[in-house]
Structure formats: C-alpha cells, structure tokens
C-alpha cells in the first residue's frame, strides 16, 4: 500500500504540478478506502455488485424514443459459413445491436474469429453511421 501511494502522490505531481500536496489523500486514508474500492483481494471488482445496486441500475433506464438505448450481444452462430466457394466451411461470430425502443436489429456484424475491440467499435460505427437507404 505505501507504493500505491507513493505512486499516486508522484502522478499528481507529474500530471499536477499546481495542485497542492496537502491535498492529496494520505497513506491511512488510502489504506482505508482501497477496499472498498477495489475489493478485500486487491483486484477491481468488474462482476461483484450488491444485488440492490443492480435493482437500482435497471430501474434508472427509461427508453421513450427509438435510438436512445441500444444492446450489443455476441454469440457463436450455429451454422458454418464458408468465406469464399470453394473454402471449408468455418465457425463464425454473430454480434449484434438492438434497439430497445423499437426492437428491432440496427446493426450486425459477422466475424471468422473471435470478436476483438476493434471488431465492436465497427459495430458502434454501423450504428452512428448507417449506410443510406435505397431507392424503393
């Protein structure tokens, strides 16, 4: 813990320069908090959540118009494709963006790998940028 906080007071006075020390958290009150922060292990807590907390977080959203609120889901897809005629047949990735509001698909996307970063930004992409609509 005192190497996390000597860390934390040198990134303050590197990114920092004008901002007081005084004011920066002390050893026993960083010792204190970390915890609670980041869980009795340590680690960040990405899945431990209180279930009263999760009520909470779902509660809040309210969809009252098309685009507002959109999920992205990925999953296997049960069936092989094949990537040109003549290749074997392959497993591939299906992600997809649904609107809420509408239910409906705003956005697909079908990788031969798993899905990456990049692979969910391009969605994302698809999604703030559609491709026009044609004629008819």
Do not use: C, N
């Amino acid at each position: 813990m005192r190497a996390r906080h000597r860390l934390m007071h040198q990134y303050v006075r590197e990114r920092f320069p004008d901002f007081p020390e005084e004011k920066i958290p002390s050893y026993f009150t960083l010792r204190k908090v970390w915890p609670e922060w980041f869980g009795p292990d340590g680690a960040r807590q990405r899945y431990v959540r209180p279930a009263e907390a999760a009520k909470d977080a779902s509660a809040r959203v309210g969809v009252h118009r098309p685009g507002q609120v959109v999920a992205l889901d990925t999953t296997t897809l049960p069936v092989k494709v094949r990537e040109a005629v003549f290749d074997e047949p392959v497993s591939v990735m299906l992600t997809l963006a649904l609107d809420l509001y509408a239910h409906s698909i705003v956005a697909f996307r079908l990788t031969m790998v798993a899905d990456t970063a990049v692979d969910v930004a391009m969605l994302l992409r698809d999604v703030m940028m559609p491709l026009p609509m044609r004629e008819g």
